[in-house]
């Protein structure tokens, strides 16, 4: 069993950055695809970035894309959202997900999931 948890959410400015972190747990997370998802207020959840299970494959959503860097650390357990020129649209909760396979961009394939982390862009 894989459990996540992400940190790191606040309050920006816009054109500033942030940088989301998400901790996993389980000895399996290593073969694992992981993915960033965000959640606006009234709005359905949507895809943001994936990444493969070794990291050599990325893949982002056309509104953060060149905005937006994903990273991962299997030794640590680690994946993170590097996240530059924020825009008042990239107000969301932000989850972190794994899935059980090496590579997948699609949500309904992600089986584990973080609780959330809120990111504000205001001035």
């Known amino acids: 069993q894989v459990q996540m948890v992400e940190s790191g959410g606040g309050t920006v400015q816009p054109g500033g950055s942030l940088t989301l972190s998400c901790a996993a747990s389980g000895h399996t997370f290593s073969s694992y695809a992981t993915g960033w998802f965000r959640q606006a207020p009234g709005k359905e959840r949507e895809f943001v970035g994936a990444m493969n299970w070794n990291g050599g494959d990325t893949w982002y959503a056309d509104s953060v894309k060149g905005r937006f860097t994903m990273s991962r650390d299997n030794y640590k357990k680690m994946i993170y959202l590097q996240m530059n020129s924020l825009k008042p649209e990239d107000t969301a909760v932000y989850h972190c997900?794994?899935?059980?396979?090496?590579?997948?961009?699609?949500?309904?394939?992600?089986?584990?999931w973080g609780q959330g982390t809120q990111v504000t862009v205001s001035s």
């Open positions: 997900a794994a899935a059980a396979r090496l590579s997948t961009i699609l949500e309904h394939e992600y089986d584990h």
